[in-house]
């Protein structure tokens, strides 16, 4: 399993293509939303009047579409990712990783379940519940088991979750090993950046939605009043 990870992240990073640099606009586009999504996530650092400063110019930027890399196609329809050349390869760079990951897997389930099917390989020393027989007895359907038995499968799958600290260790934070950094980003893509700015975005009314946001947020300064809490505590 170690070795398979190992495998599948330097296939990746052979199979990834050379990032191309992106243009100004369109980096200065990308970069003033998060600016705005920085300053409603880390806004209690900053005292009140920096706050209303910062919120104030975002906020007119934003609904004048001051940061668009394309102003006169403000209110358009977005283009169709389809046929935007970068997006496509974008989508390719995509479907190398998500292969690169399913096919090794795909391989050694497949041997596993033909091999070692309704198996058990060991038994752990502690006690378990009965809620605990689903998970480590797959492919094993017998009532009257110990819980505490393994099955082939099940230890398959306890080694593919469990192995994420190996595998960080061994090729650090940002690896292609890492299943399920893999699949969270994959759950919910719009937590990264590169999944709020994916092919055919609308950047207008991400900027609006940002307005909103910034507009309900209620700013509470840490630091007021550090002077008399630290007096009194002496």
Known sequence: MILTGI????ATVLLAGTPKKQALPALREQRSLLRGISLRTNCSAISSSAFASRKAYLVSAYKEGAFLKDPENRGKAAPNPMTDPAAMEGMMGMMKGNMAMMIPQTLIMSWINAFFAGFVIMKLPFPLTLRFKSMLQSGVATRDLDVRWV?????YFLNLFGLQSVFIF???N?????QMAQQMSQMNPSATAQGMFAPGYDADKLFLAEVENLEVVEHEYILEGVEE???ATI
């Not at 940002?174 to 890492?178: K, M, P, Q």
Request: hydrophobic content about 45%; overall charge positive; charged content about 15%.
């Open 7 to 10: 495998l599948r992240h330097y």
């Open 151 to 155: 099955s082939s499968l099940s230890w």
């Open 170 to 172: 061994l090729l650090g």
């Open 174 to 178: 940002e690896n292609a090993a890492s």
């Open 229 to 231: 809490r630290l007096l």
